[in-house]
């Protein structure tokens, strides 16, 4: 196990071999030091053409590690500890060691969806359309680590979806979805990493928008899982020739992405920058929603 950032990793070096090449403490280690070079416990010592930081007073430098590092300057192995948790009893501060190790995942499910979690190692099926029907979504967790097997496992067709309003609003049994799931945006490594993985049996259908950003989420996707599609409804072009929906700026931001994804061989991405190109922008994907038919609409608030 590593130190627990490049503070541990200095005080590691110095208590252990006594001395560290000057020129390997960065400006804000030596402010963080100062109180040593204060009290005399690290002093300069020109060594042939360069200079190294040595110890002169070994204790009060081992008192200085665990006042900053409390649980050691390789921190204990501590599963049960979030890490903001870790990172608030360690230094002090939450932010101090960055992001989180778990996500929560918002799913709807329908029809013959099976959802399956586990709790305590033991697998549980819940009954998610049910759910869904009561509740609107439902809620998973996403834990870092652990084998792939203890993952949410979801049989049935899946698509991944970047905004909410098409998440929550959508006919999904119109396109032979049984689950949908949130991505807000673009998709962290951890939800990637799972609907990518084993544990999603059925088609992977990415629901992005029109546009580069929307089209390089998908490539992603693809990477991982060759069997992923991106969706393209039959009337796509007519949404591109309503000046009102066109967005510039869409492809103006990402160009530098457009001009990567122009390389690519896959079919869907390569007829959605055609479109872009031809009518100068990309769309929104809640443009489908318009197409939606009325009866559906109104049932759903809209």
């Not at 005399?40 to 900053?68: I, P, T």
Request: with cysteine; charged share 25%.
């Amino acid at each position: 196990m590593p130190p627990l950032n490049p503070l541990a990793s200095l005080l590691h070096q110095l208590l252990t071999t006594g001395e560290v090449v000057r020129s390997k403490i960065s400006a804000r280690a030596r402010k963080e030091l100062a109180k040593l070079f204060d009290l005399g416990a690290l002093r300069e010592e020109r060594r042939g053409s360069g200079w190294v930081v040595v110890v002169a007073k070994q204790d009060s430098v081992h008192r200085f590690a665990e006042s900053q590092f409390p649980s050691g300057l390789f921190g204990e192995d501590d599963t049960s500890e979030g890490r903001r948790t870790q990172s608030l009893n360690r230094f002090g501060d939450t932010k101090s060691m960055p992001g989180l190790d778990f996500e929560f995942v918002l799913l709807r499910a329908f029809g013959d969806a099976q959802v399956v979690t586990t709790m305590s190692k033991r697998k549980v099926k819940i009954d998610a359309p049910e759910i869904t029907r009561q509740t609107g979504c439902i809620a998973l967790t996403l834990m870092d680590g652990g084998d792939i097997a203890e993952l949410p496992l979801i049989r049935g067709n899946v698509a991944t979806v970047e905004g909410p309003e098409l998440f929550y609003r959508f006919d999904w049994a119109s396109v032979d979805v049984s689950v949908a799931i949130l991505t807000n945006g673009r998709m962290s490594e951890r939800l990637l990493n799972w609907v990518t993985s084993s544990m999603i049996e059925g088609r992977l259908i990415h629901f992005g928008d029109y546009d580069p950003v929307g089209l390089d989420e998908y490539r992603r996707l693809k990477e991982r899982a060759p069997h992923a599609t991106f969706y393209i409804p039959q009337n796509l072009e007519n949404h591109f020739k309503e000046n009102r929906f066109l967005k510039p700026k869409l492809m103006e931001k990402s160009s530098a992405i457009l001009h990567r994804l122009a390389k690519t061989q896959d079919t869907d991405v390569l007829a959605v920058i055609n479109l872009m190109q031809r009518y100068g922008g990309g769309i929104e994907q809640e443009v489908l929603l318009l197409s939606m038919p009325e009866v559906y609409l109104r049932q759903q608030g809209l």
